[in-house]
């Protein structure tokens, strides 16, 4: 029951994916219940957000992965109650097993509030 994606996980974000061109998205609205802030969503559910995206870029491609590391720069806050489009794409690949990944948050003006770099690295399922 992913927090992210499960449509079962009660507490969870139930984000729906898509992939288009070599871009993955999804959208989001962030409720009071996702806040830090009065007003703005909680930096550690923004993460969250955009791990999960790109976690999915490469879930589309049948590439099962950990998220090895991730760093999130936070240039605005991201308000609730409001569509966030949320986007990741693949910047490069190392021996078909380390992938660099990058995401952003786009808010309904154009603005981008937030963007992520990730590693994620190839893991063989059955050994979860
Ligand atoms: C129905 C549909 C459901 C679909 C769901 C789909 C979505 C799923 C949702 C997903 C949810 C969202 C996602 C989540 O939330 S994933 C959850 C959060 N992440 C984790 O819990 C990860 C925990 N860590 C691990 O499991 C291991 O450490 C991993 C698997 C990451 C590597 O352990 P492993 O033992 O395999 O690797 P190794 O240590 O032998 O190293 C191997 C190589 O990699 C290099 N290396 C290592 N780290 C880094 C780094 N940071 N930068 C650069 N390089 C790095 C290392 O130097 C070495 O290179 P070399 O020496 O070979 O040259």
Known sequence: MCFGCSERNPIGLKLKFTMDGDKCRTEFV???EHQ????YM????IAALMDETMAWWLWFKDISIMTA???TRYSL???VNIKLT???WCEEEKRDRLFFMAARIILPDGKVPVTAKAKFLRIDPEKL
Not at 42 to 45: A, D, I, Q, T
């Open 30 to 32: 962030a409720g009071e």
């Open 36 to 39: 830090g802030w009065n007003g």
């Open 42 to 45: 909680h930096g550690g559910l």
């Open 69 to 71: 590391e991730m760093t």
């Open 77 to 79: 806050g991201v308000p």
């Open 86 to 88: 949320v986007e990741s």
